[in-house]
Antibody
């Protein structure tokens, strides 16, 4: 059974940092790209960042570029999101999700999602 | 920047057909995907590659795409289908993903 278990959310002051983790099991983690998606309270889903299976390709939404860093440790079956210079508008539930590649068009969609973790940025 | 546009809300009576649209300039060359999100839960994929249904998703869910518009159709909508629905796709470069603004379906 595919499982994505998240940890690391919490309350942080503006300008602070936080690191989210996503522990994967039930599939060959090193074979899949992974993605972070967030959802501000009462708002829609927002793609945040994606990383390829061996970290060759990394992409960020403009809203987080330069402040957030996605990474992975395939030996530990884990995905991470390091969030620096946090802003009030970064307050959201953050989800990790597994990518499925659509061959041969090289598109990706999300099939399994973590349970979500709340990040609150407030003074 | 590229956007996917959905109506904020759609309302139908039980048993009626609900149609939720998603428009985007890149959709003629990119697949559309649809996610269902019930309150307090993680999203669930209901349609992929425009019109394919994952295992476990009821047959009443179907998808189509023509030109710059993709459509999620729920034939014979049921009360348990009440949720927020999001379309999802990629931009022309293929490097950035995005979601539509979401449609609240009331049954």
């Amino acid at each position: 059974e595919v499982q994505l278990v998240q940890s690391g959310g919490g309350l942080v002051k503006p300008g602070g940092s936080l690191r989210l983790s996503c522990a994967a099991s039930g599939f060959t983690f090193s074979s899949y790209s992974m993605t972070w998606v967030r959802q501000a309270p009462g708002k829609g889903l927002e793609w945040v960042s994606s990383i390829s299976s061996i970290s060759t390709y990394i992409y960020y939404a403009d809203s987080v570029k330069g402040r957030f860093t996605i990474s992975r440790d395939n030996a530990k079956n884990s995905l991470y999101l390091q969030m620096n210079s946090l802003r009030v508008e970064d307050t959201a539930v953050y989800y990790c999700a597994r990518d499925v590649e659509v061959v041969p068009v090289a598109e990706y969609y999300l099939d399994y999602w973590g349970q979500g973790t709340l990040v609150t940025v407030s003074s | 920047s590229y956007e996917l546009t959905q109506p904020p809300s759609v309302s139908v009576s039980p048993g009626q057909t609900a149609r939720i649209t998603c428009s985007g300039d890149a959709l003629p060359k990119k697949y559309a995907y649809w996610y269902q999100q019930k309150s307090g839960q993680a999203p669930v994929l209901v349609i992929y590659e425009d019109n394919k249904r994952p295992s476990g998703i009821p047959e009443r869910f179907s998808g189509s795409s023509s030109g710059t518009m993709a459509t999620l159709t729920i034939s014979g909508a049921q009360v348990e289908d009440e949720a927020d629905y999001y379309c999802y796709s990629t931009d022309r470069s293929g490097n950035h993903r995005l979601f539509g603004g979401g449609t609240k379906l009331t049954v």
